[in-house]
Structure formats: structure tokens, C-alpha cells
């Protein structure tokens, strides 16, 4: 039976996906840059995008297209990073967040502090409004819900991956994530 040419399917996504996606997959990294080559060598990755919101957090980051799905690598930049906390205890790096991109925010929010979830982050600049949910009250990482005006389509906009994401898709080697298994 012949298999399916997955890079064909990625580089027509569906029109729009409706309820809670998997957009993205944060790593955390002792330093940035030599796990950003080795990522980009070993998966064919296109250039990396900085996005200049981390930076009050202490970070640093590259965000890199991985189909039409985001890989994304942060670093500490200064001494008083929380980000150091979770190196302490993953002194390699380790899974970090895991993104997910939703309908609407307001029903997501109300949903978990209706769970009593603790929500570390939750702001809007421009389109784009996102939610983070402590890790404790998570389970294994991080996780965060995002929601951009007018990204409904796999192809939309999308701020945390730059202006022009698009044009860095590769998929010599890659066209998304299939999931995340968080232990």
C-alpha cells in the first residue's frame, strides 16, 4: 500500500480548525543558539524568529516553523530568570509549555478558573490573547492557550512566530507534530 505524501498534506492545511490545537512546543534550553543549529540541522528547519515579548521574562527564544505547527526554544538571559528554576532540575532542557490555540479565549478562561486552575499569565496585546496555566495545576509542564483575531486558518496570522512565518516552512524533512505525550 503506498504511504500518504505528508508533505503534499501539510502544504495544504485545512481551511480552519475549530476548539483546542496544538500549535506550538516550547523547549527549554541551557543555551540558545547550539540547540537552535542542531534543531535546524537535524529537522531541515527554516530561519528562527525572536519574539521581543519573552524578554520580561529573562529569555530569549527562537521560534521555528515546523509545518504549519511551531517549535520554540527559550534560554535565560539574566540571573533572576524563573527559567533557571526548571534548568535546576533539567540541567539538559526539557519539554517546557505546550501551546494550544483555541476558538475564543473568554470560554477558555472561564473554564479553568471554574476548574480552580491558577492562570500565571493572562493578557492581550493587539490580536493576539493568551492564557498560561501554572504547571502544578497542569501536570507535567506549562500549558498555555492562545487565540489570534483572524488565525482561525492554519496559514493565518500567528504574532509569537513572526510577521512572515510563512515563508520559513520546510518540509523536506518534517510537516508538523503528530501530538505531545506529557509524563
Known amino acids: ?25 516550547c523547549l527549554a534550553a541551557p543555551a540558545l543558539l547550539p540547540a537552535v543549529a542542531q534543531l535546524q540541522q537535524l529537522f531541515g528547519l527554516g530561519a528562527a524568529y525572536a519574539d521581543p515579548h519573552v524578554a520580561k521574562y529573562g529569555l530569549d527564544n527562537a521560534v521555528l516553523a515546523v509545518g504549519h505547527q511551531f517549535l520554540e526554544l527559550v534560554a535565560p538571559v ?17 519539554g517546557y509549555i505546550v501551546i494550544l490555540d483555541n476558538d475564543t479565549i473568554d470560554i477558555r478562561r472561564r473554564h479553568l478558573q471554574g476548574l480552580g486552575a491558577r492562570l500565571i499569565t493572562d493578557l492581550s496585546h493587539d490580536s493576539f490573547h493568551t492564557l498560561q ?20 486558518a492554519l496559514d493565518g496570522p500567528y504574532p509569537p512566530a ?5 515563508q520559513q ?8 507534530f503528530a501530538g505531545v505525550v506529557l509524563r
Not at 133 to 152: N, S
Not at 169 to 176: E, H, P, Y
Open 78 to 94: 539574566r540571573d533572576d530568570a524563573p527559567l533557571h528554576r526548571f534548568l535546576a532540575r533539567h540541567p539538559a532542557g526539557a
Open 133 to 152: 496555566v501554572h504547571p502544578r495545576d497542569a501536570g507535567a509542564c506549562m500549558l498555555e492557550f492562545d487565540h489570534t483575531d483572524g488565525g482561525e
Open 169 to 176: 516552512i520546510r518540509l523536506d524533512r518534517v510537516s508538523g
Open 1 to 25: 500500500m503506498p504511504m500518504p505524501d505528508m508533505a503534499a498534506q501539510a502544504a495544504a492545511p485545512p481551511a480552519v480548525l475549530t476548539g483546542p490545537r496544538l500549535r506550538q512546543i
Open 162 to 166: 513572526g510577521p512572515q512565518w510563512q
